[in-house]
């Protein structure tokens, strides 16, 4: 695609329900990131991947945060048992190889746990 | 220490003045360094790419690297309200597998 698209743009959920969150990057890179920004925040970094394979799970907030990627292009965050304090706005980047070449975002996701 | 710091601002500039951000960072390994701006409610948008040390510029931004001294900077020259936004300095860690870690970001403000 043209660019980065992420999926849905808004999402309200009840806490305690699991919410997936889609992250479809530019056709043709093989990075794809994913960061967490709260409210007057900075970007957080969660998880990164380099094709299928996520090097670095270091991010994830807690065991209720996982992701895949699948195919080497369309990436799923998924979030258990939701909290309150997981609303924020979740944003996906691609870039076309992992170690340093320059990385587009999508409009970012905006999840509120009611 | 953080991985990647910038000073949070505000930092406020009077229109047509330069405005300078600075950034630092831990992994002395790191060779790739991007500044991005953020405007409210939106998403970071890339605005410079640098990595080789010295000065690279386009058009009213010049992004300045030292590698040695683990700093990078970016000055934006004739400052307009338009530029008025939070600034991201970003850096990818070559020793931590090459994930690309972001500053908390510095507020500018271009005052009319």
């Known amino acids: 695609g043209a660019g980065v698209s992420q999926s849905p743009s808004n999402k309200v959920t009840e806490k305690g329900k699991d919410v997936e969150l889609r992250c479809d990057p530019i056709?043709?890179?093989?990075?794809l990131y994913w960061y967490r920004q709260s409210l007057g925040q900075g970007l957080e970094f969660l998880i990164y991947?380099?094709?299928?394979?996520?090097?670095?799970k270091s991010g994830l907030p807690s065991d209720r945060f996982s992701a895949e990627r699948t195919g080497g292009s369309v990436s799923t965050l998924t979030i258990q048992r939701t909290q309150q304090e997981d609303s924020a706005v979740y944003l996906c980047?691609?870039?076309?190889?992992?170690?340093?070449?320059?990385?587009?975002f999508g409009q970012g996701t905006r999840l509120t746990v009611v | 220490q953080k991985e990647v710091e910038q000073n949070s601002g505000p930092l406020s500039v009077p229109e047509g003045a330069i405005a300078s951000l600075n950034c630092t960072y831990s992994d002395r390994g790191s060779q790739s360094f991007f500044w991005y701006r953020q405007y409210s409610g939106k998403s970071p948008e890339l605005i410079m790419s640098i990595y080789s040390n010295g000065d690279k510029e386009d058009g009213r931004f010049t992004a300045q690297l030292n590698k040695a001294s683990q700093y990078v900077s970016l000055l934006i020259r004739d400052s307009q309200p338009s530029d008025s936004a939070t600034y991201l300095c970003a850096v990818n860690f070559y020793n931590q597998g090459g994930k690309l870690i972001f500053g908390q970001g510095t507020e500018l403000s271009v005052k009319p």
């Open positions: 056709s043709g890179h093989t990075a």
């Open positions: 991947f380099q094709g299928n394979s996520a090097p670095d």
């Open positions: 980047a691609s870039s076309l190889e992992p170690g340093g070449t320059e990385a587009f």
